[in-house]
């Protein structure tokens, strides 16, 4: 379930309307096609059923998925970066996750996903989601001095 790295990242746009400018990159990362939480739970081998989407929701409510809202679809995406190349979760996600904002500021996930999508000086210009499969430990590292374990702290 690993995504292919070699592609470009979208990365948020300069605009002149920045709120034109956030949709769009929005579009650009769902058009990446993540999967919604029945297709977690079938990556991660739960049986199929009504219920099978609540696995995700389980996740995401103990910091251990990153999901951000899809709202045309009304249903929640996960980020690909978060899983390995078996379709499970990466036990450092909830690690990055704790260190990044989130909560009631983020209900939405976009703020967190944003921050992973886009070039971050404390990576050499790299995208957090491009290190994070190489050195994840390096993009807590940065999150956490950014942050400084504030989860209500802004950029």
């Known amino acids: 379930m690993q995504g292919d790295f070699s592609d470009p990242t979208p ?33 991660a081998d739960i049986s199929p059923g009504k219920n099978s989407a609540q696995y995700a929701a389980r996740l995401r409510a103990s910091g251990a998925l990153l999901g951000v809202w899809d709202l045309p679809h009304r249903t929640f995406r996960h980020p690909d970066f978060q899983f390995d190349a078996h379709g499970k979760v990466l ?22 996903a944003f921050w992973m ?11 957090p989601v491009h290190v994070f499969k190489f050195d994840a430990q390096r993009v807590i590292d940065v999150a956490k001095r950014e942050f400084d374990g504030n989860s209500n702290a802004h950029r």
């Open 11 to 43: 990365s948020l746009p300069a605009a002149s309307d920045p709120h034109q400018a956030a949709i769009k990159f929005r579009n650009e990362l769902l058009a990446m096609g993540w999967p919604d939480g029945k297709r977690v739970a079938e990556m």
């Open 91 to 112: 036990p450092e996600v909830a690690q990055l996750l704790k260190a990044l904002p989130g909560g009631d500021d983020d209900s939405s996930g976009w703020r967190r």
């Open 117 to 127: 999508y886009s070039p971050h000086p404390g990576l050499d210009a790299e995208n």
